[in-house]
């Protein structure tokens, strides 16, 4: 049985789903793909539609390609993203009436799967119309060369050999990261419509609709005997792995990117697409209006700003073309208080250097308000808002401070609460069916040694707070609340036992009270972690005495993935990792794997059982496992990269990520999503010596993290393992 499966948990999601997508198909990087022959009798007409989700941002992802095998630079048919992350469709050659697209717009981070829907009619009138693409049932503006009128497609459409997750042909198969992809469907005429594949739910979100109709290609995964499996007439030919997955398209909120980068001034680009950082003075943010309002409920967005200038805009527009200030067809408000409707300028406000900014479109008022700091500025008329043409939000900044832009329209909380109207299933409206990673996890700088407050009351939930200082190299503290009772800290220095006599930490109804002790002053970060079966994690005390098998009884719910021991009286610190086995350990106070037949066996949800070499004495025992959108015991592979490190997949945003290699000495790191800048100050725990603060380079994205770094500790050739905590969760990781 799969780790997943012993683990098992509800499908979750807000709201209505969607026709059931019961599973994908997953194409492993290297070689891994479907092919098949095929004769359609359209080379001037298609329609492609399928799901997928990136499991690396910045790669190429060949979803769908045809031609002649090998494939030559300038002989093909292919659609998916690029390594731009802008999705491409191509047919070369481009001479005598071929053609290659991009959309405007980049695709935001790959946490939740996006549903593409091509269609190519050459015979249209209208040159723009003669290759379309939608996203998640908006259509985006493809820019480029188009086909010929009346083009003949030398490759789509006639017999030749057609591959799904790949680069076809044997000079180079199975280029790009690991992908998923869902229900993948081509047909050779227009006959299926846009809607035979999606709709839009009563939330306003698209969701998938499963189709049955006429099609060269009608692949649902559905069989992991036969992953080729066509519904609509031969199957494929499965080569290398393709593996069959439960990893399908839910209530996942994916669109285009909020802030496509304009001209010249392009900023730097994190955090799924949705940061933008300028690093010099010519390296500016700036944005079109990419991310689509709502026609049928109300939407809300905001840009925040580190730094203010010269100028700072944020509206909607309809045309995706130009900078949000520069077309006829916007709204926008400026910094100075300036409002722009379509072309009418005004005074609307008066002028802010504030932290938050937003704009409210309600469609059944058919107005659109901007917030500063929360406070409604008044509505104004605008009902072409919600018309037959779409309008996008957007932002531009064109800044010589070199601002950081970041835009959120729910996938984190904001800084103030949205209009209460606002019909909005994102990050910061409550979800029944999901937990909110707050109110299981916290993680908290606190200056100057204040007291720290927590979003439950630790005397009656199991409670760990794990506490270093930025400022300093003071010693980690662990410190550890066990049914209601407070134990005696330990520090993470060396294989010491717990520090006997209080250091001033302790636990109250609201979080802890810290003291005057060293270790809790100045500038410090604490992570309290609240262990219940829901978090899927528990502190036990257990009495071990060598040779006798101790049985643990836990409540975190599950099987443990995770155990980490804390010898009372002192002695090694082991760490299980059922990633590893149970016939050994690691230690938080050692760089190697050691060797221990028996040391966990029998272990079952809520129960193990400890033995091997565990020397006699009590222990503090912090077990953990995964659980779905909240938490995930990792394994990932490093490159050795600095350039474009490995990427360890979580299918959400983190706010803690923590491990070690498995192979080999390395140390245990601590890395922290720090809100505006992530990758500046991210801890490091070095069990060995003193802890300090690093400078490994690490980018959060929406469902995992990316390093820039080749060190041993974090990104050597290799497996590491450890343990990462949502800091937004997937359903929500790309909320529109």
């Known amino acids: 049985m799969s780790l997943m499966m012993e683990n098992a948990y509800a499908k979750i999601g807000c709201g209505d789903p969607g026709d059931p997508e019961n599973f994908s198909s997953l194409f492993p990087e290297g070689g891994n793909y479907l092919v098949g022959n095929f004769s359609p009798s359209s080379q001037r007409e298609a329609v492609i539609d399928y799901w997928y989700k990136d499991t690396a941002p910045g790669a190429n992802r060949q979803h769908f390609c045809c031609g002649p095998t090998p494939f030559s630079g300038a002989n ?58 939608w996203l998640n049932g908006v259509r985006m503006l493809l820019t480029g ?121 392009d900023g730097n680009y994190s955090h799924g697409n949705l940061r933008s950082s300028g690093v010099y003075l010519s390296l500016n943010a700036s944005g079109f209006a990419t991310l689509p309002i709502h026609r049928d409920k109300p939407s809300y967005f905001t840009v925040k700003v580190d730094v203010f200038g010269s100028r700072l805009v944020l509206g909607v527009s309809s045309d995706l073309s130009d900078r949000i200030v520069a077309t006829e067809s916007s709204i926008w408000l400026e910094d100075d208080g300036t409002l722009s409707v379509f072309e009418v300028v005004s005074s609307y406000s008066s002028g802010f250097t504030t932290e938050e900014v937003g704009a409210y479109t309600d469609p059944a008022a058919e107005t659109i308000e901007f917030f500063i700091d929360g406070v409604p500025q008044g509505a104004i008329s605008a009902p072409e808002l919600f018309g037959e043409t779409p309008f996008y939000f957007g932002f531009f900044s064109d800044d010589g401070n070199s601002p950081t832009v970041e835009v959120n329209f729910g996938q984190n909380p904001w800084g103030f609460a949205p209009p209460t109207n606002a019909a909005l299933s994102t990050g910061s409206v409550s979800c029944p069916q999901i937990l909110d990673p707050s109110e299981y996890y916290q993680r908290e700088q606190i200056i100057g040694g204040g007291d720290l407050s927590t979003n439950w009351n630790p005397l009656v939930d199991d409670t760990l707070v794990l506490t270093n200082r930025t400022d300093s190299a003071e010693e980690w503290r662990v410190n550890m609340i066990i049914g209601g009772v407070q134990v005696n800290p330990f520090d993470t220095a060396d294989n010491s036992g717990e520090i006997v006599g209080e250091d001033g930490f302790t636990f109250n109804s609201g979080g802890a009270a810290v003291g005057a002790d060293v270790s809790y002053q100045g500038t410090r970060i604490d992570r309290a972690f609240r262990c219940t079966s829901q978090s899927g994690m528990s502190l036990v005390t257990i009495n071990h005495v060598n040779g006798v098998p101790t049985v643990v009884n836990h409540s975190a719910g599950g099987v443990a993935d995770e155990a980490t021991f804390f010898p009372v009286s002192g002695g090694d610190r082991r760490e299980y990792l059922r990633s590893q086995g149970g016939d050994g350990y690691r230690r938080l106070n050692g760089i190697e794997f050691t060797s221990d037949p028996g040391f966990i066996t029998g272990n079952t949800v809520n129960q193990f059982t400890v033995d091997g070499s565990l020397p006699s004495g009590t222990y503090r025992v912090w077990i953990k496992r995964s659980v779905p959108q909240f938490s995930k015991s990792y394994v990932y592979e490093g490159n050795d990269d600095a350039a474009d490190g490995a990427f360890a997949q979580l299918d959400f945003e983190a706010d803690l990520f923590m491990g070690r290699k498995l192979s080999g000495g390395s140390n245990y790191f601590v890395k922290d999503n720090l809100g505006s800048n992530p990758n500046v100050q991210n801890q490091f725990l070095n069990s060995i010596s003193s802890p300090g603060v690093d400078t490994w380079g690490m980018d959060f994205y929406g469902n995992g993290v990316k390093w820039f770094d080749a060190s041993q500790s974090t990104n050597d050739s290799g497996l590491y393992a450890g343990f990462a905590v949502a800091k937004t969760p997937v359903k929500f990781a790309n909320a529109v």
Do not use: C
Not at 153 to 170: A, E, K, N, R
Not at 186 to 200: C, K, M, N, Q, V
């Open 76 to 133: 093909y048919f292919y659609a998916g993203p690029g390594v731009t992350d802008q999705f491409l469709i191509q047919n070369a050659p481009t001479s005598g009436g071929g053609f290659s697209v991009a959309t405007v717009g980049k695709v935001r981070g790959g946490a939740a799967h996006k549903n593409p829907h091509i269609r190519i009619n050459t015979g249209a009138l209208v040159n723009s119309d003669r290759v379309q693409f």
């Open 145 to 265: 060369t188009f086909p010929a009128l009346d083009y003949d497609m030398p490759h789509l459409g006639t017999t030749t050999d057609y591959y799904i997750g790949s680069w076809g042909g044997s000079s180079s198969p199975g280029q790009g990261k690991d992908q998923y992809i869902s229900r993948f469907v081509y047909s050779d005429s227009l006959t299926p419509a846009r809607e035979d594949f999606g709709r839009f739910n009563n939330d306003g979100h698209w969701v998938n609709k499963n189709y049955s109709g006429p099609a060269v290609i009608n692949a649902p995964f559905s069989d992991a005997l036969n992953m080729g499996l066509n519904l609509a007439g031969a199957d494929l030919t499965v080569v290398g792995s393709v593996e069959q997955t439960v990893d399908v398209p839910e209530n996942n909120f994916a669109t285009l990117n909020a802030a496509l980068p304009y001209g010249p001034k």
